[in-house]
């Protein structure tokens, strides 16, 4: 059914369709089972997605930061990749804004921290 369908479309689509029909019956007979599924395999495609986004961002890091990483890799310290401020999140902080860092650990991985400034 295609989105903003009028109540007049919806209503003809419902009259043409044959609910004596297998398919019909069979679609109502497993429709929770039908959903579940949907619903699963639209997670498994989000998380594919986010999955390969961060893989992206990494790789684009390591690109932008190459020292840092290699730094960080060396010394087993985590190093600073890019810092900035940001209105604060959290409205039970006196301050307006807070100060975001984002940094490198020794194995790759990417993490930002959040300080109220």
Do not use: F, N
């Given at each position: 059914m295609k989105r903003g369908a009028k109540t007049?479309?919806?209503?003809?689509?419902?009259?043409?369709i044959d609910h004596?029909?297998?398919?019909?019956k069979f679609m109502k007979a497993h429709k929770s089972e039908i959903l579940r599924t949907l619903k699963r395999r639209k997670a498994e495609e989000e998380e594919r997605k986010n999955k390969e986004y961060k893989e992206d961002f990494r790789k684009?890091?390591?690109?932008?930061?190459?020292?840092?990483f290699e730094k960080?890799?060396?010394?087993?310290?985590?190093?600073?990749?890019?810092?900035?401020?940001?209105?604060?999140?959290?409205?039970?902080?006196d301050a307006n804004?807070?100060?975001?860092?984002?940094?490198v650990r020794p194995d790759g991985t990417?993490?930002?921290?959040?300080?109220?400034?």
């Open positions: 007049e479309e919806i209503i003809a689509i419902g009259e043409e004596e029909s297998e398919d019909y684009r890091m390591k690109g932008e930061y190459p020292d840092q960080a890799k060396e010394t087993g310290i985590d190093q600073e990749i890019g810092s900035w401020t940001e209105p604060c999140r959290d409205r039970k902080e804004i807070e100060l975001v860092v984002r940094y990417i993490y930002v921290k959040r300080q109220p400034c």
